[in-house]
């Protein structure tokens, strides 16, 4: 569904804005919330499989999910997981798209 979009501004616009507040953070902060929530996305929201994954205690999975919850401006937890299911489904087309040096 989203593979034709890749390439609207919308959609680029979408993933850089949610992109570098993460990775704005990241830098900051040295840790990687980035692979926290794709892999927070890749468990569909399990707390423990995502803190297994990172090879982080729970605690510090849903204070990284919390955190990026901030740094999108986004408070209720439907809303927040369905735009991080967008923007990793985006990441990883960006990723893989032949065309992902465009970002």
């Known amino acids: 569904i989203l593979l034709p ?3 609207d501004e919308w959609s680029l616009n979408y993933y ?6 993460i990775l704005d953070h990241d ?6 919330f980035l692979n926290t929530l ?14 297994e994954a990172v090879f982080q205690h729970p605690n510090t999975v849903r204070y990284r999910i919390g ?18 299911c967008i923007f990793c489904k985006l990441h990883l087309l960006y990723k893989l798209a032949p065309f ?3 970002i």
């Open 27 to 32: 830098a900051k902060s040295g840790l990687d």
């Open 100 to 102: 992902s040096g465009m």
């Open 38 to 51: 794709l892999e927070y996305i890749k468990a569909f929201g399990n707390i423990r499989e995502a803190s």
């Open 5 to 7: 979009h890749l390439k």
């Open 67 to 84: 955190k990026i919850k901030d740094l999108w401006g986004i408070e209720e937890n439907a809303e927040f997981y369905y735009e991080a």
């Open 16 to 21: 850089n804005n949610y992109l570098n507040r």
